[in-house]
C-alpha cells in the first residue's frame, strides 16, 4: 500500500516511514495537515495517517477538506490522546483508526488493518 504520513515531528515522520516501509509500504509524507491535502491529491495514497496536532491545519481538519473534496481513503488519526478522549472531540467518528503515540511495529500494523478492513 501507498501510506501518507503527516506529522510536523520529523523524527515522528522518519519513524513512521521505517516501520512501513519494513512493512512493505509505499511512503509519501508531509510536514503539516495543508500539505498532506495537497499531497493526498497528488499521490492518490491508500491509507492516510495524520497527526492529530499540527500547524496550519490539524489531522482532523485536513480530513475534512479530504472528505468535502470527495477523498474516501481510509484515515488512522495519530496522537498523544487516549482513544477514549477523543470520542468527545468533533471530526474524531470520521477517522477509521486511532493510533496512540508511542508507534510500535504491532500498534501500526493493528491501525492498519482497522482502517482497511473499515472500507
Do not use: C, N, W, Y
Request: glycine share 6%.
Amino acid at each position: 500500500m501507498k501510506v501518507l504520513i503527516a506529522d510536523d515531528d520529523r523524527l515522528v515522520r522518519a519513524l513512521l516511514a521505517d516501520l512501513l516501509g519494513e512493512l512493505g509500504h509505499a511512503v509519501v509524507a508531509a510536514e503539516d495537515g495543508a500539505a498532506a491535502v495537497a499531497l493526498a491529491a497528488r499521490e492518490a495514497p491508500d491509507v492516510l495517517i495524520l497527526d492529530f496536532l499540527m500547524p496550519r491545519l490539524s489531522g482532523l481538519d485536513a480530513l475534512r477538506e479530504l472528505r468535502a473534496a470527495g477523498v474516501t481513503t481510509p484515515a488512522v488519526l495519530l496522537t498523544a490522546i487516549t482513544d477514549k478522549s477523543l470520542r468527545g472531540v468533533e471530526g474524531a467518528d470520521a477517522v477509521e483508526a486511532v493510533l496512540e503515540k508511542p508507534v510500535t511495529p504491532r500498534s501500526l500494523q493493528r491501525a492498519l488493518s482497522r482502517a482497511t478492513r473499515a472500507r
